[in-house]
């Protein structure tokens, strides 16, 4: 992640984290993220340098009526510096940021088949343990070209317990010899 966007989500946490709107704003920035992500032309829009400053801010102050201060406040500082692509890093950083404070842990299970409800909570309680978070959320994912198996991914980090990574190394093994 670019040290700019940490910067300003570093700032917006602290922000927030003070006058304690940091559950609204993290919402309020998922929607504004999503109205970014499913509309191209808002998205080429505030991403055109050709276009003014002014209007820009006054299409976002318009269709942003009744979201959070500081998130506005954030939009207007982006659009003035020329970095409002960096929106969806800052977001990224920010919800990391804000999980961080809540003590919650961001899991992704991707499995070559659905897992049933036990075997998801076996997992949960094993990563719960070892990050000593009380909370955990997951994201579920599957991917046949694992064959079997599972990978766990924390942030940047990936346990890769797949059949498809072992037969790999073992192909591997065997083509050295």
Known sequence: MPLVESRYA???????????????????????INLI???????????????????KK??????LEGIDPNILKL?????????IKQIRG???EYKRFA?????????KIISAVKLDELQVDKIIEKYKMIYKKDRVNTDLQIDESLIGGIKVQIE??????????????????????
């Open 10 to 32: 570093e700032a917006l946490i602290e922000i927030t984290q003070k006058d304690g709107s940091t559950d609204k704003v993290l919402n309020d920035f998922d929607t504004l």
């Open 156 to 177: 940047d980090r990936v346990e890769d317990f797949s059949l498809k990574t072992r037969l790999d190394g073992l192909k591997s093994l065997l083509i050295q010899e």
């Open 75 to 83: 939009i207007m500082l982006l659009i003035d510096k020329g970095r």
């Open 99 to 107: 999980d961080e404070r809540r003590d919650v842990l961001n899991l």
């Open 58 to 63: 006054k299409l976002l102050m318009d269709m």
């Open 90 to 92: 800052i977001f990224s």
């Open 37 to 55: 992500n499913n509309n191209s032309d808002l998205s080429a829009f505030l991403e055109n340098p050709q276009i003014q400053v002014g209007d």
